[in-house]
């Protein structure tokens, strides 16, 4: 089992995107041949930590142009090179990361460090909810949703040590830690954080420290469940999904993210092909986001910790 954050640790509150450039930077001394490219952000992404810790000549500002930032990070992971490159959530280079990055299976790495309702008071326009569908839906693409600073840093470095398009989604909003500092994780695993024998619950990014809240309260009530952080999306860990809920016998599936093609639907394909079980879905329901503050959005959009519980409570009454 990860070790998770202790309580004086879990007060700490870090956005998944501090990570970024951090990490860069630390994997650029250890000798990795990473680059940074960047559309006019380097201060937001983060990616200007890389210059400041003395690689100034490994990242690009490719000025806001979406397109031409895949694409520039394509040719350098084609000339040798580890390239991240990210902005805002995908969609305006979907077609790039399609049919330059996965479809020739470069050595670039999608980290954007704006996406979903977390982007805040920036509104719908810039909250993206659907990219973790788009990107699942792609040849060649992995697709990791760390849950807070330290698991975006296991995520980045992760990233940079699998070979091929890698997609780590990642966001603004300060969260609280849910592990240890220093966690390692692994492509292709989920992790039980609590058990449980009365229901399931399946997370990922924003929605593993909701869910394990959500836990606490059904816990007061007497009721168990078990919370798994499925922070490698794609591909899927499907045989801790199927043993846990093998065991409770129902799940509830909470993301950041449309609960159209997103964790919820791979969950439930998991579950229809090997073992039917009640699954009910948190997540954005066929809707925009809009400006607010992101503890605001989460209670808005019913995907905060009263959401799960009402969810478990539906499912298991089933």
């Known amino acids: 089992m990860v070790k998770l954050a202790n309580e004086e640790q879990s007060q700490v509150k870090r956005a998944t995107r501090a990570a970024y450039g951090a990490t860069l930077a630390e994997l650029a001394n250890e000798g990795l041949p990473v680059v940074a490219v960047d559309a006019d952000l380097t201060g937001s992404t983060t990616t200007k930590k890389l210059a400041d810790a003395g690689f100034a000549d490994r990242l690009f500002n490719c000025g ?3 397109q031409n930032m895949v694409d520039v990070a394509a040719g350098l992971a084609a000339t040798g090179h580890i390239a991240y490159t990210g902005s805002f959530g995908t969609g305006r280079a979907y077609d790039q990361i399609r049919n330059t990055v996965c479809y020739s299976n470069l050595d670039v790495k999608i980290a954007p460090t704006h996406a979903g309702i977390s982007v805040g008071p920036d509104g719908g326009s810039h909250q993206m909810l659907e990219d973790v569908s788009l990107m699942r839906g792609l040849p060649n693409m992995r697709v990791l949703v760390p849950a807070d600073y330290a698991a975006a840093r296991a995520a980045i470095r992760l990233a940079a040590e699998t070979p091929g398009p890698v997609y780590v989604r990642m966001g603004r909003a300060s969260v609280p830690a849910v592990y240890a500092d220093g966690v390692e994780l692994e492509l292709g695993r989920a992790y039980v954080l609590r058990e449980g024998s009365d229901a ?14 959500a836990a606490q309260m059904l816990a007061a009530e007497g009721v168990e469940v078990e919370v798994i952080d499925a922070f490698s999306v794609k591909p899927l860990d499907e045989d ?6 093998g065991k409770t016998g129902r799940a509830v599936v909470a993301e950041e993210h449309s609960v159209y093609g997103g964790l919820g639907s791979a969950v439930a394909e998991t579950l229809a092909r090997s073992n039917p079980a009640p699954v009910e879905f948190v997540g954005m329901r066929d809707q925009f986001g809009k400006s607010g503050e992101f503890e605001e959005l989460l209670d808005y959009f019913d995907l905060g910790s009263r959401a799960i519980v009402e969810a478990v409570k539906k499912v298991m009454a089933r």
Do not use: F, P, R
């Open 64 to 66: 806001i142009a979406e």
């Open 200 to 213: 399931t619950i399946v997370a990922c990014g924003v929605e593993v420290e909701q869910a394990l809240k």
């Open 240 to 245: 801790t999904v199927l043993a846990s809920v």
